[in-house]
């Protein structure tokens, strides 16, 4: 029976308490919530961090007690933690992997590109921050999560990857339905993932789908055989007329749906067979 990982994105840098009051927005509101989704289905949690003002940051203390407070108050839980590298449009190249050189967590995102962001500034990852990017998870024995907002980012993978800068097997993380990257359908999933294919062979890979694309992505990401990511950094509203109560919502549904078509939710022990880790 296939197995399928669900990737819990508990917060992101956007959502705020006003937009959803159930956002976790504190290390120790996030920490609680990681483990609840643990505790639902979740085999991978992908963190961001905020500051007081609940503004995205890279503070390696916030990444520090979140991971601390996890080791410490839920000692049961194996879930693989996957560290942003981004989430502050303002940070510097050495602040984004700053908190990875600290912890060496398990898997970290890799944005592999620069794009325009939410009609509103620039995301930058410029091909030197990318080598350093890589060589320092490869020195701490951090696996990339090689986020793609386009098919060009893939392409930029597939360079990389020639170059030596990155090592197969490769994992991706189609993010779907952003502003300024590829809008989120079925037809532009299965393009993506053909893509890689072509590409990248050997790669697996994951999706996800903000806003009302959401449920499209969730599903065709099951049905062409990938993983999915769910969780309040995609989306606040668990349908279009009803704010999510909480992440879990997001990962029992998730967990429901693979069921429902005939997979096994994956534990975080599969998921880091499935993506070669070594925890």
């Given at each position: 029976?296939?197995?399928?990982i669900?990737?819990?994105?508990?917060?992101?840098?956007?959502?705020?308490k006003?937009?959803?009051?159930n956002?976790?927005?504190?290390?120790?509101?996030?920490?609680?919530?990681?483990?609840?989704?643990?505790k639902?289905?979740?085999?991978?949690?992908?963190?961001?961090?905020?500051?007081?003002?609940?503004?995205?940051?890279?503070?390696?203390?916030?990444?520090?007690?979140t991971?601390k407070?996890?080791?410490?108050k839920?000692?049961?839980?194996?879930?693989?933690?996957?560290?942003t590298?981004?989430?502050?449009?303002?940070?510097?190249?050495?602040?984004?992997?700053?908190?990875?050189?600290?912890?060496?967590?398990?898997?970290?995102?890799?944005?592999?590109?620069?794009?325009?962001?939410?009609?509103?500034?620039?995301?930058?990852?410029?091909?030197?921050?990318?080598?350093?990017?890589?060589?320092?998870m490869?020195?701490?024995?951090?696996?990339?999560?090689?986020?793609?907002?386009?098919?060009?980012?893939?392409?930029?993978?597939?360079?990389?990857?020639?170059?030596?800068?990155?090592?197969?097997?490769?994992?991706?993380?189609?993010c779907?339905?952003?502003?300024?990257g590829?809008?989120?359908?079925?037809k532009?999933?299965?393009?993506?993932?053909?893509?890689?294919?072509?590409?990248?062979?050997?790669?697996t890979?994951?999706?996800?789908?903000?806003?009302?694309?959401?449920?499209?992505?969730?599903?065709?990401?099951?049905?062409?055989?990938?993983?999915?990511r769910?969780?309040m950094?995609?989306?606040?509203?668990?349908?279009?007329?009803?704010?999510?109560?909480?992440?879990?919502?997001?990962?029992?549904?998730?967990?429901?749906?693979?069921?429902?078509?005939?997979?096994?939710?994956?534990t975080?022990?599969?998921?880091?067979?499935?993506?070669?880790?070594?925890?």
């Amino acid at each position: 029976m296939k197995k399928t990982i669900i990737t819990v994105a508990t917060t992101g840098a956007w959502p705020k308490k006003k937009n959803n009051p159930n956002v976790p927005m504190t290390p120790a509101e996030i920490a609680a919530d990681v483990y609840d989704c643990w505790k639902a289905g979740a085999a991978v949690a992908h963190l961001h961090m905020r500051d007081e003002e609940g503004n995205g940051t890279m503070s390696t203390e916030k990444f520090s007690e979140t991971v601390k407070l996890m080791k410490e108050k839920y000692p049961d839980c194996d879930i693989v933690l996957n560290l942003t590298t981004s989430g502050d449009l303002n940070a510097t190249d050495e602040t984004r992997q700053a908190h990875i050189k600290a912890l060496h967590p398990e898997m970290a995102s890799f944005d592999c590109g620069s794009m325009n962001w939410m009609h509103s500034g620039l995301f930058i990852n410029h091909p030197k921050f990318l080598e350093q990017l890589a060589a320092s998870m490869q020195v701490c024995g951090v696996k990339p999560e090689i986020e793609c907002f386009d098919p060009g980012m893939i392409a930029n993978a597939a360079y990389y990857l020639k170059k030596g800068v990155i090592k197969a097997p490769l994992h991706f993380q189609f993010c779907m339905g952003c502003a300024n990257g590829i809008p989120g359908s079925l037809k532009n999933l299965l393009f993506m993932k053909e893509t890689m294919e072509m590409l990248c062979p050997e790669s697996t890979w994951s999706c996800f789908g903000v806003g009302h694309s959401a449920m499209e992505i969730l599903y065709a990401g099951i049905a062409l055989g990938g993983h999915v990511r769910v969780g309040m950094e995609d989306n606040v509203m668990y349908s279009s007329d009803k704010l999510a109560d909480s992440n879990v919502q997001f990962v029992e549904r998730a967990a429901r749906i693979i069921r429902e078509f005939g997979n096994e939710v994956a534990t975080p022990a599969d998921a880091r067979e499935i993506l070669g880790l070594k925890k």
